[in-house]
T-cell receptor
Framework: NAGVTQTPKFQVLKTGQSMTLQCAQDMNHEYMSWYRQDPGMGLRLIHYSVGAGITDQGEVPNGYNVSRSTTEDFPLRLLSAAPSQTSVYFC???????????FGPGTRLLVL | AQTVTQSQPEMSVQEAETVTLSCTYDTSESDYYLFWYKQPPSRQMILVIRQEAYKQQNATENRFSVNFQKAAKSFSLKISDSQLGDAAMYFCAYGGGADGLTFGKGTHLIIQP
């Protein structure tokens, strides 16, 4: 099992550009989440999904879109990147809501 | 909304000594889960230990143990026989439902050789 994979590992964007951060898991987990981590902060929840076709907002959803067409994939879209979105992004998955979350290696995003 | 507070931004301990990291949380739920995650410089989030709120017994994983005080909403992590490889950021996290985890701001643990 590869676990939770994220691509790319690092990306530089210009303000106003759009991009998609990819996340995939091969553990057949129903629950998937996206977090961002800023300096001096813990991880904050952006969006989450409890199954294919079902998504909902977390604590900091503005500027981000998600969709979940398959159990395996949960991409995060930045529609118009802003410098405030410079951060490290983590994707995570778990089998059921009460179980441990497994994290991907993270994507470092720099918006100029 | 749930909140998680880690009041120690940084802790330092001598190798082989014992250190305790503090965490408090606020919730109105009765059924929830608490976690400690380790984040080394590689940025990978690594689960250290987990506690179910309905269990009175404190969780233990080798040199890592917790002191879970449900009434006080306290969840501290004790690391015994500290090793150089324990140096990292440690995050306390609360999980109570279908959404994701709520994290504290972290404690930077330094191990002095």
């Amino acid at each position: 099992n590869a676990g939770v994979t994220q691509t790319p590992k690092f990306q530089v964007l210009k303000t106003g550009q759009s991009m998609t951060l990819q996340c995939a898991q091969d553990m057949n987990h129903e629950y998937m989440s996206w977090y961002r981590q800023d300096p001096g902060m813990g991880l904050r929840l952006i969006h989450y999904s409890v199954g294919a076709g079902i998504t909902d907002q977390g604590e900091v959803p503005n500027g981000y879109n998600v969709s979940r067409s398959t159990t395996e994939d949960f991409p995060l879209r930045l529609l118009s990147a802003a410098p405030s979105q410079t951060s490290v992004y983590f994707c995570a998955s778990r089998r059921r809501f009460q179980e441990t979350q497994y994290f991907g290696p993270g994507t470092r995003l720099l918006v100029l | 909304a749930q909140t998680v507070t880690q009041s120690q931004p940084e802790m330092s301990v001598q190798e082989a000594e014992t250190v305790t990291l503090s965490c408090t949380y606020d919730t109105s739920e009765s059924d929830y889960y608490l976690f400690w995650y380790k984040q080394p410089p590689s940025r990978q989030m690594i689960l250290v230990i987990r506690q179910e709120a309905y269990k009175q017994q404190n969780a233990t994983e080798n040199r890592f143990s917790v002191n879970f005080q449900k009434a006080a909403k306290s969840f501290s992590l004790k690391i015994s026989d500290s090793q150089l490889g324990d140096a990292a950021m440690y995050f306390c996290a609360y999980g109570g439902g279908a959404d994701g985890l709520t994290f504290g701001k972290g404690t930077h643990l330094i191990i002095q050789p």
